[in-house]
């Protein structure tokens, strides 16, 4: 398996990830969310990003201010190059434990130290490898499904297979930590 390596090829972007919320603002080449934590999101279409209405296909017309979103692609800061814009979305389920809200960021406020669920035993940040494309997907939605309000800006391997989502945008958490059957197992 590779990773398990030094914070370069886990600090490296943009990568794969996401973030769910409500659309604000609408142009022709893309549009603004507004995540359950307040965060600002631009999102970027072109004619490659896929569309859909829960499960079934729909167009870029579709988009529309107040519409509840999920988008996936490549992400840069808070701003995502989407590949597919779901409306509607059903992400599933969170963890089996109850995690902690989000904390909505605030400039200049420290985040709480504070821990949700089990943390991998042997994880040491920055350690990984970036994944992208559907295994990437599948972390970011059960990241998202467990705390929304942030936005995804990277998703790594690390060495025993399971993976860290990489958290931005809320004071906490940080680290959102899936097992290999994509469901959550910790945050931090």
Do not use: C, K
């Not at 995540?35 to 569309?51: H, L």
């Amino acid at each position: 398996m590779p990773g398990g390596g030094g914070g370069s090829n886990a600090r490296s972007g943009p990568a794969s990830g996401g973030s769910l919320g409500t659309i604000g603002t609408v142009s022709t080449t893309g549009f603004t969310l507004s995540t359950p934590a307040g965060q600002q999101v631009t999102v970027t279409e072109d004619a490659s990003t896929t569309y859909l209405d829960g499960t079934s296909p729909t167009s870029a017309s579709a988009v529309t201010t107040g519409e509840s979103v999920l988008v996936l692609g490549m992400t840069t800061g808070t701003t995502i190059a989407a590949t597919q814009v779901t409306l509607q979305p059903a992400i599933g389920s969170g963890p089996a434990y109850t995690p902690s809200p989000a904390v909505p960021f605030t400039q200049g406020a420290p985040s709480a130290a504070q821990q949700d669920g089990q943390i991998p035993a042997n994880y040491s940040q920055g350690s990984g490898t970036i994944v992208s494309g559907t295994t990437a997907d599948q972390a970011t939605l059960a990241a998202l499904a467990a705390y929304p309000g942030g936005v995804v800006d990277r998703v790594v391997q690390l060495s025993d297979g399971q993976y860290e989502v990489h958290y931005i945008g809320v004071n906490w958490p940080h680290h959102i930590f899936i097992n290999t059957d994509f469901t959550v197992a910790g945050a931090n």
